[in-house]
């Protein structure tokens, strides 16, 4: 069992930079793949990143790639995501989500935990 709590969201304009960060409970940190999601009103939550269990591979959405950056701290049980030179379209809520499958799963299904998710809105 895995607890999920998300922090670092806010109202930003565009070009400038966010960090989110996610906190976990419980062993075992490192058995998990760690993503972070985003759901915008009135449209499915999409994957955006996602690292390995000992943060050696990380995935990204097109849409961020070269943007934002994935990293994790096993010693602390966190999970980080640095958003560089947002836009309008990054306004979201954020989920970090701990999954026991593989870094390149995309999909929400193939993870099991998740946290209350934080308010992202980037304005122009």
């Known amino acids: 069992q895995v607890q999920l709590v998300e922090s670092g969201g806010g109202l930003v304009q565009a070009g400038d930079s966010l960090r989110l960060s996610c906190v976990a409970s419980?062993?075992?940190?490192?058995?998990?793949?760690m993503g972070w999601f985003r759901q915008a009103p009135g449209k499915e939550r999409e994957f955006v990143a996602a690292i390995s269990r000992y943060g050696s591979t990380t995935y990204y959405a097109d849409s961020v790639k070269g943007r934002f950056t994935i990293s994790r701290d096993n010693a602390k049980n966190t999970v980080a995501l640095q958003m560089n030179s947002l836009k309008d379209e990054d306004t979201a809520a954020y989920y970090c989500?701990?999954?026991?499958?593989?870094?390149?799963?995309?999909?929400?299904?193939?993870?099991?935990?998740w946290g209350q998710g934080t308010q992202v809105t980037v304005s122009s």
């Open positions: 989500a701990a999954s026991l499958g593989v870094v390149k799963a995309t999909t929400t299904s193939t993870y099991a935990y």
């Open positions: 419980g062993r075992a940190f490192n058995n998990y793949i």
